[in-house]
Every structure is written in structure tokens, then in C-alpha cells.
């Protein structure tokens, strides 16, 4: 049983299936040739995004293996880890320009902050130490991120910041602008 498994998962339509990404690595190993590809990203970005599994992000991006860092968690916020791998990303590994992509029909708008906590802590009996950061509007959140961004002595290189919403229906990205708090968004 792999964590938080349990026999009588409510799940029955659920299987297991890292032996398929096993046999997947060993056809992609087949034909490898990024052996070659510098541990710091071509273009000297960091991309912050959402875990969403709708996302291809390099290609939605049209990026290439190697060109950017991808850092993501739920809802692509600006969290103390986000802060932590932007901090070695530009101090260690060369990057310059970080670009936040939230996108609509995020799973941390079907969420509430206390809703979900509470939750946890009567399945566990454990309040979570963290913030779920659930938010109603993506481009609320990505002005959010994009402020603690600029507020945070840890990440040096703030010049280059640039914040999109991705819509899931279109496939479009939509940019996002600190001093645009009141636009209305497309929608």
C-alpha cells in the first residue's frame, strides 16, 4: 500500500499504475540524449505554476527540455517552498525572469481555507500547519504572488516578473498586472 492507501478506499475504480511509468522510463531511455543539457535553464527562467494535470507546461509554453525550471504545487502560489526554490534557482543556477501561470477551473477554487483544514483535522485528529491557500479568482491569486514576490528579501532578482491566468477552455494565457487590481478579467 503506498501513503494514505487503505483497503476499503472508497476508490474501486482506482489502480495502481507506476509499473506503466516504469515501462514508459525504459522506452524513454531508449532514445535519451539530454545526458548533455546544463543543470542550469537556457533561457534563465523559473516557471511557478499549478500541479493541475490539464497543464502540459512546456508545451503550453512552447519550451524545451532544459530551458526553464518548473516549480509546481497546488495553485502555482507563492509558498515559503516556491520562495526556497527561487532562492537557489537565481543565486545558484543563473536564472533571471520568474513566471507565475495559475489558470481558471483551479481545484483550489472548489476549496475554502477552513473548510478544507477542518476537514482534515476530523479525519486526522491534526489541524494542518499549512495554509491550503484556497482562493475564488486566479487573477486575484496571481496579483497575490505576484506582490510576495516583491516582498520577499530572498529572491534577488524581481525585474522580471510577469504574471498569465491560462484558461483550460481556450488555451490561452491571459497576463496579469500588479496595478491592474480593479480590471475586469476576461471571462
Not at 91 to 103: A, D, F, K, P
Not at 128 to 152: C, G, H, I, N
Request: proline letters at 4%.
Amino acid at each position: 500500500m503506498g501513503v494514505g492507501a487503505s483497503e476499503s478506499s472508497p476508490d474501486a475504480d482506482f489502480h495502481p499504475t507506476a509499473d506503466e511509468l516504469v515501462s514508459g522510463n525504459r522506452r524513454f531511455a531508449e532514445t535519451f540524449d539530454s545526458h548533455l543539457l546544463e543543470v542550469s535553464p537556457t533561457r534563465h527562467m523559473a516557471v511557478v505554476t499549478c500541479m493541475d494535470s490539464r497543464m502540459d507546461i512546456f508545451a503550453l509554453l512552447g519550451l524545451g527540455n532544459g530551458e526553464a525550471h518548473i516549480i509546481r504545487n497546488a495553485g502555482g502560489v507563492i509558498t515559503d517552498d516556491v520562495v526556497r526554490s527561487l532562492c537557489l534557482s537565481q543565486r545558484h543556477l543563473g536564472t533571471r525572469e520568474v513566471v507565475l501561470v495559475h489558470h481558471t477551473d483551479c481545484g483550489l477554487q472548489m476549496v475554502t481555507e477552513d473548510g478544507l483544514r477542518a476537514e482534515i483535522e476530523r479525519e486526522t485528529g491534526i489541524k494542518p500547519w499549512w495554509a491550503v491557500e484556497a482562493f475564488d479568482d486566479p487573477y486575484v491569486d496571481v496579483r497575490q504572488s505576484m506582490k510576495r514576490l516583491e516582498m520577499t528579501p530572498f529572491v534577488p532578482f524581481k525585474g522580471n516578473v510577469r504574471g498569465f491566468v491560462y484558461d483550460v477552455q481556450t488555451g490561452l494565457l491571459n497576463e496579469v498586472f500588479v496595478e491592474d487590481s480593479d480590471a475586469v478579467e476576461p471571462g
